[in-house]
């Protein structure tokens, strides 16, 4: 006969709890508390979520996780720029103020005429002993570009054209 009674109480004690926990639930994620001047969630403070991609995916301890970094420096080496380290000519030959400015005239009508892998022969020849005409010639075509390398040549010291040998070849 205590049963039906016993079994309401005991429902509305289940009931009530459970109210109760979903209260305080929605007041410990924003939903109720501090005034509801918190809402949507639990507040980001700026720590960060910790881990890439590749940790959500697999463990990094596993045989995926290493083919991914593998993968993932392959991909950051072939966007790497490859960068040419640039050559100072002109200091390392250790010209005075007269070549200097022999050798910057030169260089600015042959960069007008010349590529960059054309400009580098042209320097080897210069640098050879003895001057082949010839062969710049060949390369830039007669006329005053011809000459000012020519005359280039002759204004350099012999250490300084084998130093620009050297340098061309690089």
Same mark, same amino acid.
Request: positive net charge; aromatic residues 8%; charged residues 30%.
């Given at each position: ?7 309401g109480?005991?429902g509305?004690?289940v009931?009530?709890r459970?109210?109760?926990?979903r209260r305080?639930w929605?007041?410990a994620y924003g939903? &109720?508390g501090? &005034?509801?001047?918190?809402?949507? +969630?639990? =507040?980001?403070? &700026?720590?960060p979520d +910790?881990? +890439?991609d590749?940790r959500?995916?697999?463990p990094?301890?596993g045989?995926?996780?290493?083919r991914?970094? %593998?993968? !993932? %420096?392959? !991909?950051d080496?072939?966007?790497a720029?490859?960068k #040419?380290?640039?050559v100072?000519v002109?200091g390392?030959?250790?010209?005075? !103020?007269?070549?200097?400015? =022999?050798?910057?005239?030169?260089? &600015? ?5 010349l ?6 022969e042209?320097?080897? =020849? =210069?640098g ?7 062969a710049?010639e060949?390369? #830039?075509g007669? +006329?005053e570009?011809a $000459? $000012? ?10 250490? !300084?054209?084998?130093k620009? %040998?050297? #340098?061309a070849?690089?």
């Amino acid at each position: 006969m205590a049963h039906p009674v016993l079994f309401g109480l005991l429902g509305a004690f289940v009931v009530s709890r459970l109210i109760l926990r979903r209260r305080r639930w929605r007041h410990a994620y924003g939903h &109720g508390g501090c &005034g509801r001047r918190f809402r949507g +969630g639990p =507040i980001d403070l &700026g720590a960060p979520d +910790g881990g +890439g991609d590749e940790r959500r995916r697999f463990p990094p301890w596993g045989r995926h996780a290493r083919r991914f970094r %593998r993968w !993932q %420096r392959w !991909q950051d080496e072939a966007q790497a720029e490859v960068k #040419v380290p640039s050559v100072d000519v002109v200091g390392s030959l250790e010209m005075n !103020q007269r070549q200097r400015e =022999i050798f910057d005239d030169v260089v &600015g009508k042959a960069k007008s005429k010349l590529a960059a892998p054309e400009l580098a022969e042209a320097f080897a =020849i =210069i640098g050879r002993e003895p001057f082949e005409r010839e062969a710049v010639e060949f390369l #830039v075509g007669k +006329g005053e570009l011809a $000459d $000012d390398l020519e005359h280039l040549h002759f204004s350099l010291t012999p250490e !300084q054209r084998a130093k620009l %040998r050297s #340098v061309a070849s690089a």
